[in-house]
């Protein structure tokens, strides 16, 4: 009788499918940095995407008259659709909805009325016109207060 001792037996079973860890599914450090740089190039591109994109609507919102146009881009950078090839698609759109949304953010062309400071031309006083008339009907005091360089012009003329 033939007797085999089965507490000996140091063989692993063979099991349908590898299991996980085994060299059937490591990576290989080649695979692994390929892996890496592939990450890195499809980021790089979409780097590269957005940067083209902010430069076509930055300058197209400075010649619609922007104020700020990096804060319109936060503004617009959710709806930014791009083509196949990487372009920007929207642009024109986009710039039409920001000019729509935020027109205290563009240029008087745009709003139809002129820019106002809020000073309203405080200190720029207009002189009265000095003629003759005008001279002729002062006081000696009153002519002495007045701009010399402007009398003698008048006077001259």
Known sequence: ?????T?????????????????ATKETPKDATLKD??????????QLRLRDAHEDLTHRLKKAGAKTPKLLLEAAKHALRFTAE?????????VEDLIGR?????GHHISGQPHTSVDAGSGRTARPALTRETLAKMKPA??????????RRVLSN
């Open 1 to 5: 009788m033939d007797t085999k001792d």
């Open 142 to 151: 009153e002519i002495a207060k007045l701009d010399w360089n402007d009398v």
């Open 86 to 94: 990487g372009m920007l698609e929207n642009a024109g759109e986009l």
């Open 37 to 46: 740089l592939q990450a890195e190039n499809d980021r790089l591109k979409e």
């Open 102 to 106: 935020f027109p205290e953010q563009f």
């Open 7 to 23: 507490t000996q037996n140091t063989e692993q079973p063979l099991l349908p499918f590898p299991e996980s860890g085994t060299a």
